[in-house]
């Protein structure tokens, strides 16, 4: 990855350098050449300009004398230290104007013409304007003048691709360190240190990068650690009805216990559990594969929860608790829901809201629509959720009464389960402390499924 980052550098780096020495090169080379076209070594630049001007303001050439005059002694550049007549010729070579008068009305010869100067007015050449004596500029000077402006251009070109490559060596050691701190975390994450995580500084593709790797990092970590105490917690719930059953069966098989209907029933009773535990776990795992199949009807949710309420009266009058459901002030349309997936929803709801109320306590359960939805609560007298146990409340095998004992307690996987089903559903199930006092469970359900 560094050799190609910094193969990729060099290529870059070759490929501007070279093009701008082609195109300096070649813009130097045409300035260069069209300064001294005009006349710009031997300062007849401006006075080429100033004839033009006055050939566009007079029509002729008539009294272009006090001009050449005027400006023979004021040339720029190098003409005035190279001791210069000047010649003012017509379109047709014909010398107009001698600032030494000695060769006004002769005419050109072909290289006197092809050194002047052409006097361009509106695009049509009106004269010529020629610089005779002193130091002159050839083609010899002008061929050695541009072979020193190529080599200064090489020169500068192989200075910059020098200093180039040294800023490739740095900008590539300088981008690929945290790419490779990012590789080696990588490997040790993937051989199962989840510990690791890399430094992030700013706010780049690389610092992104990073800190995805973090989010990964820290997600692996907790899924791996939920995973152990699910492990464990799955291992603990298994332990308690199996060795119930094992000691039931060895009493009956040792005769301690009588074989009969009644010695058996605590038997039953622990395999109905593990039973139960099976199937919850089953539907935690659908769940999580996305794959729980519901059989949706259009149903009467009012009727639905009712029935379900009239099942827990009696154990609700056994703990001594009032379960009541609030009646509805109107009426609501059938919404398509898995009627059968619902009720296990509210069973867990009304289970685990039972299990937390005290004797004397109640239990209200109230329904009411909302634009595009229906909402239901499920609010008990209890002594509420504790704060530092709202965020964990609907994770598996998690209890916000740790003195509970399993028995009491259940297995945990109730409310799991339940916000799970409402959001196969769509829906979402949320839990809060009520202002007047115990927990509150909301269900939210779209009308359409």
Sequence with gaps: MRLKLFLAFI???????????????WGTVNEVRAYMVRGGMLGLSDLANTLEEYYATFG??????????????????????????????????????????????????????????????KGQVEGYVLAVGGMGLYTGNEQQLFTRLNQAVIIAGLVAVGLGLLLALLLAY??????RELTSASQKLAEGDLSQRVQVHGHDEIAALGQTFNNMADSLQQSEASRRAMTADIAHEL????AVQRANLEALQDGVYPLTVQNLDPVVEQNHL????????????????????????????????????????????????????????ETLPPISIDPIRIEQLLVNLLSNALRYTPPGGSIEVAISSL??????????????????????????????DKSRSRSEGGSGLGLAIARN???????????????????VFTLVLPFSG
Excluded: C
């Excluded at 595009?372 to 609907?394: A, C, K, M, Q, W």
């Design 11 to 25: 290529l870059i780096i070759v490929v501007t350098v070279s093009l701008v020495g082609v195109l300096v090169r």
């Design 60 to 121: 002729s050439w008539q009294g272009a004398e006090q001009v050449m005059g005027s400006s023979r002694g004021g040339m720029g550049g190098m003409g005035a230290m190279m001791g210069q007549r000047l010649l003012l010729a017509d379109p047709s070579g014909n010398i107009l104007v001698d600032t030494r008068g000695n060769d006004t009305g002769k005419t050109l010869d072909k290289s006197q013409l092809a050194e002047s100067i052409p006097l361009t007015v």
């Design 174 to 179: 300088t981008l690929l360190r945290p790419v």
């Design 239 to 242: 332990r308690t009805p199996l």
């Design 274 to 329: 593990l039973t139960h535990l099976v199937e919850d776990l089953r539907t935690l795992a659908l769940a999580d594969a996305g794959q729980i199949e519901l059989e949706r009807t259009p149903s009467d949710l009012i009727s639905l929860v009712a029935r379900v309420v009239e099942k827990f009266q009696p154990q609700a009058s056994t703990h001594q608790v009032s379960l009541v459901l609030s009646p509805t002030a």
């Design 371 to 400: 634009p595009n939805v229906i909402r239901l609560t499920v609010h008990d007298s209890g002594s509420g959720i504790p704060e530092d146990s709202l965020p964990y409340i609907f994770e598996r095998f998690y209890r916000a």
């Design 421 to 439: 089903l409402a959001r196969a559903h769509g829906g979402e199930l949320t839990a809060a402390n009520h202002p007047s006092g115990g927990a």
